[in-house]
């Protein structure tokens, strides 16, 4: 039997997005963790996630009976300023990654900063990512309108 070894397959990816969302920073955490969590969607259907909004907890996608895709662990969290999780997110992959979401809030006016670090064997289908965020920080954006409209 042969063995194929293959050198500088390890790989990095770094994307960092700031926004500026007008509304408190208690309503833009607020939307975040229900975007990232049972209102999660993709551009083609929804896609429902489960986010344990402690430390220690579970970001993943119970599909019943006891199947489903683990995406991370929150590493840190402190209402309502940050959100960290670290896991291999979607890469089903030797690979990890770190996601931040940071918030500052200035006059009513709410920054989000987002980064999302990853490292390991990254495939060519991983590399597309940032396009998933851009739709992840629309939706918040839009949810976030709509909260303030009710």
């Known amino acids: ?16 997005k700031e926004e500026e969302i007008a509304a408190p920073i208690e309503i833009v955490f ?18 429902p996630m489960v986010l344990e909004a402690w430390p220690g907890g579970r970001w993943y996608r119970d599909l019943g009976n006891n199947t489903g895709h683990f ?12 959100l960290e999780i670290w896991g291999p997110l979607f890469m089903s992959n030797p690979a990890v990654s770190n996601l931040q979401y940071r918030l500052t809030e200035e006059n009513g006016v709410t ?7 990853a490292m390991g064997w990254i495939g060519e289908n991983e590399r597309g ?5 851009t739709h992840m920080i629309e939706r918040i954006r839009t949810a976030v309108a709509e909260r303030k409209g009710r």
Do not use: C, D, Y
């Open 30 to 47: 607020e939307t975040i963790l229900e975007q990232m969590g049972p209102l999660n969607s993709t551009p083609e259907k929804p896609m």
């Open 71 to 82: 995406w991370g662990t929150v590493q840190a969290i402190k209402a309502p300023s940050l």
């Open 111 to 117: 920054r989000m900063r987002f980064v999302h670090r």
């Open 1 to 16: 039997m042969a063995a194929t070894v293959k050198e500088g397959v390890v790989q990095a990816f770094e994307i960092i």
């Open 129 to 133: 990512v940032h396009e998933g965020w």
